[in-house]
């Protein structure tokens, strides 16, 4: 079993930055895949980034160059640094895990997931 907890989220203007923390205990947080997803009122939760066990990362295409997907597994803590942020990037945001061999995009492969911190940006 693997807890996450999110943190970071809040509100900010139009080409502010957040960092958002996903903090995890339980079992071995470095053997776990580690993804970020998002989901806005009325809209299916999707993609944002992931990063392997290693270090391996993959961003979707609407946040390249903006945001940044890291972890500490010395502090079993994955971050996500949110860059230029646009009011199109409001939405909750989810901290999930899951042990299988590859980097997955799909929220269906992840098993362990945080309640979500509430990211708004304004105009």
């Known amino acids: 079993q693997v807890q996450l907890v999110e943190s970071g989220g809040g509100l900010v203007q139009a080409g502010g930055s957040l960092r958002l923390s996903c903090a995890a205990s339980?079992?071995?947080?470095?053997?776990?895949?580690v993804g970020w997803f998002r989901q806005a009122p009325g809209e299916e939760r999707e993609f944002v980034a992931a990063?392997?066990?290693?270090?391996?990362?993959n961003h979707a295409n609407s946040v390249k160059g903006r945001f940044t997907i890291s972890r500490d597994n010395a502090k079993n803590t994955g971050y996500l640094q949110m860059n230029s942020l646009k009011p199109e990037d409001t939405a909750a945001y989810y901290c999930a895990a899951h042990s299988g061999s590859r980097l997955s995009t799909s929220r269906n492969e992840y098993t362990y997931w945080g309640q979500g911190t509430q990211v708004t940006v304004s105009s």
């Open positions: 990063i392997s066990w290693s270090g391996t990362t």
């Open positions: 339980g079992r071995t947080f470095g053997i776990y895949n």
